[in-house]
């Protein structure tokens, strides 16, 4: 397993591999996953240039949050309390707004943590009201790819010094090629989900 911190087109790009046919491709802003490369086959979407990649309005594998998805005229209720987010999609505020997760840049450090995982963390703090929301939050993003199986995880953790909104996920868009789903497993484990 190797850990390389190189740039590509002037972008930062920390790489993890495995080297038995998995790599990760990652930058620090949006604490993002740019790039899976697996048998030499690219296995996600990936923008077309870098001005695309950090446009706002575009999330190719950034991690999102506090909040993904849309809220209403960009408004929640926090103990009794009503917040007002910043609206970036009309009246409505996507992914966070202009101060969601996926517009930061974010410190990073990459090791080994045994044997058998090689991580990168990334991490960044946000004050309290710049999203709208209260809190002053630690947010820690962690890739972490395995030596013996070519298989990642994505871990978030999140710790805020007031009762606030949290749940944070990653936009990773995936293409399989000519692949058969039949083939293809994925995991989440998860204590509850909402059946869509």
Do not use: C
Request: charged content about 20%; glycine content about 6%.
């Amino acid at each position: 397993m190797k850990i390389e911190f190189t740039k590509l087109n002037k972008q930062r790009i920390i790489v993890l591999d495995n080297e038995i046919g998995l790599k990760l491709y990652i930058v620090n802003g949006g604490a993002s996953l740019f790039k899976i490369v697996f048998d030499n086959k690219v296995m996600n979407l990936v923008p077309k240039s870098w001005q695309d990649f950090y446009r706002k309005d575009i999330y190719y594998g950034k991690t999102i949050g506090p909040i993904p998805n849309r809220i209403k005229d960009g408004k929640v209720v926090i103990d009794n309390k009503e917040y007002q987010m910043n609206q970036n999609e009309g009246n409505n505020t996507l992914h966070s707004g202009d101060y969601g997760l996926s517009n930061y840049q974010f410190s990073y450090n990459g090791k080994i943590q045994n044997e058998n995982i090689l991580a990168v963390n990334f991490i960044v703090k946000t004050k309290r009201m710049k999203n709208g929301l209260p809190g002053n939050v630690l947010y820690q993003v962690t890739y972490a790819i395995f030596a013996k199986e070519n298989k990642f995880q994505i871990l978030f953790n999140a710790r805020s010094d007031a009762n606030t909104m949290m749940s944070l996920t990653n936009h990773l868009f995936f293409t399989l090629g000519d692949a058969n789903l039949n083939d293809i497993s994925l995991t989440i484990p998860s204590h509850k989900y909402i059946e869509s």
